[in-house]
T-cell receptor, first 115, second 115 residues
Framework: EADIYQTPRYLVIGTGKKITLECSQT?????MYWYQQDPGMELHLIHY???????EKGDLSSESTVSRIRTEHFPLTLESARPSHTSQYLC??????????????FGPGTRLTVL | AQKVTQAQTEISVVEKEDVTLDCVYE???????LFWYKQPPSGELVFLIR??????QNEISGRYSWNFQKSTSSFNFTITASQVVDSAVYFC????????????FGKGTKLSVKP
């Protein structure tokens, strides 16, 4: 059972606002991820981190930025939200940062609507 | 290149029917991992199963079963005696050993189970 939290669960904001989506995990996982899920269901990796002070861009270009100052915390920030950013954002974490693959566990997601 | 194909976009069944969700993958690696996740209407992705490429044994967990066949590059998921609570979007995913744990998701299959 995974303990990974995202806040807020739902957010409706106006264009041009700065927002931060929070993601925290209590499992001590090294690696964390952000996915964007469009209304057609497809999942796109937008950012990931191997550990503290590590951030990498994913497969889908995103205007958002991330930071990893603490192992358990991986916030995502949009400096100026636009309607095209309307989506569901899912955070995930996994145990190992090295070679091989460990299971990713997901948070409940944040549904963002930009008006 | 790695790729996951879930050819069935939507499936609708009546409760108690058996249903199989197809997943076909492409990879050049000999070591890789396959996953299934469930996404109920609430939005979070729930981990169901992880298999590595060296373990072709089929797995059964309650009403769920998975059929892994390397010869056809498939990792199909069967729900026996489906229930309304099985209604969700199901994602198949692939990770290669050298990919640092990053997942490639299929586009998902939306399963609707009618009472």
């Amino acid at each position: 059972e995974a303990d990974i939290y995202q806040t807020p669960r739902y957010l409706v904001i106006g264009t041009g606002k700065k927002i931060t989506l929070e993601c925290s995990q209590t499992m001590g996982h090294d690696k964390m991820y952000w996915y964007q899920q469009d209304p057609g269901m497809e999942l796109h990796l937008i950012h990931y981190s191997y550990g503290v002070n590590s951030t990498e861009k994913g497969d889908l270009s995103s205007e958002s930025t991330v930071s990893r100052i603490r192992t358990e915390h991986f916030p995502l920030t949009l400096e100026s939200a636009r309607p095209s950013h309307t989506s569901q954002y899912l955070c995930a974490s996994s145990r190992r940062a090295g070679l091989g693959t460990d299971t990713q566990y997901f948070g409940p997601g944040t549904r963002l609507t930009v008006l | 290149a790695q790729k996951v194909t879930q050819a069935q976009t939507e499936i609708s069944v009546v409760e108690k029917e058996d249903v199989t969700l197809d997943c076909v993958y492409e990879t050049r690696d000999t070591t890789y991992y396959l996953f299934w996740y469930k996404q109920p209407p609430s939005g979070e992705l729930v981990f169901l199963i992880r298999r590595n490429s060296f373990d072709e044994q089929n797995e059964i967990s309650g009403r769920y079963s998975w059929n892994f066949q390397k010869s056809t590059s498939s990792f199909n998921f069967t729900i026996t005696a489906s229930q309304v609570v099985d209604s969700a979007v199901y994602f198949c995913a692939l990770s290669e050993a050298g990919s640092q744990g990053n997942l490639i998701f299929g586009k998902g299959t939306k399963l609707s189970v009618k009472p």
